[in-house]
T-cell receptor, first 117, second 113 residues
Framework: GAVVSQHPSWVICKSGTSVKIECRSL??????MFWYRQFPKQSLMLMAT?????????EQGVEKDKFLINHASLTLSTLTVTSAHPEDSSFYIC?????????????FGDGTRLSIL | GESVGLHLPTLSVQEGDNSIINCAYS??????FIWYKQESGKGPQFIID?????DKRQGQRVTVLLNKTVKHLSLQIAATQPGDSAVYFC????????????FGTGTKLQVIP
């Protein structure tokens, strides 16, 4: 149980392109979803938190106009990297948690490797 | 601010031996801790969690110990196998608000056959 699917797993695109990444909870309803960014050999850095039907809460230093997050349903959240540039190349990972309680683990997707040429 | 860190970046263990991965946290208000395993090119996988009202919790081949006095937790893996090779992260869940998870820096576990 608690499967999170992330798509695509890998994308290469030209500079200036906008890229959308989908995150789906397959067997549970995700009240809250999270988006992380991970550079090689580093830990995960939280970018934003979103609750279904609400605006996302972005971490300090993360441009909300650059990284658009939509959480329109209890099973789907999307991250759109707008006008992507080479410095946006990274491993993006989403996670989802069932319920609003604090004592439940997040379940992660397998990430999207984004390469901007 | 809150932070979660690990003592050792790399740990090499002989197959069959027990592994111990350590983690320190700084936020005394943290009340929920999670261990994740991340294999290369994949997302983190939940291993085990523990609430602050406990000091020990056991799973299959894994045990998490929590010492709130010194703000330290550890993950013990019994009879380490090659499939255990991965990066292990401890994470702290902040109470209240959106309960976001703060990840430590990670420890790479290398199992020597």
């Amino acid at each position: 149980g608690a499967v999170v699917s992330q798509h695509p797993s890998w994308v290469i695109c030209k500079s200036g392109t906008s890229v959308k990444i989908e995150c789906r909870s397959l067997d549970f309803q995700a009240t809250t979803m999270f988006w992380y960014r991970q550079f090689p050999k580093q830990s995960l850095m939280l970018m934003a938190t979103s609750n279904e039907g609400s605006k996302a809460t972005y971490e300090q230093g993360v441009e909300k106009d650059k990284f658009l997050i939509n959480h329109a349903s209890l099973t789907l959240s999307t991250l759109t990297v707008t006008s992507a540039h080479p410095e946006d190349s990274s491993f993006y990972i989403c996670s989802a948690r069932e319920g609003m309680g604090g004592y439940q683990p997040q379940h992660f997707g397998d990430g999207t490797r984004l390469s901007i040429l | 601010g809150e932070s979660v860190g690990l003592h050792l970046p790399t740990l090499s263990v002989q197959e069959g031996d027990n592994s111990i991965i350590n983690c320190a946290y700084s936020n005394s208000a943290s009340d929920y801790f999670i261990w994740y395993k991340q294999e290369s090119g994949k997302g983190p996988q939940f291993i085990i969690d523990i609430r602050s009202n406990m000091d020990k919790r056991q799973g299959q081949r894994v045990t998490v110990l929590l010492n709130k006095t010194v703000k330290h937790l550890s993950l013990q893996i019994a009879a380490t196998q090659p499939g255990d090779s991965a990066v292990y992260f401890c994470a702290e869940n902040s109470a209240g608000g959106y309960q976001k998870v703060t990840f430590g820096t990670g420890t790479k576990l290398q199992v020597i056959p």
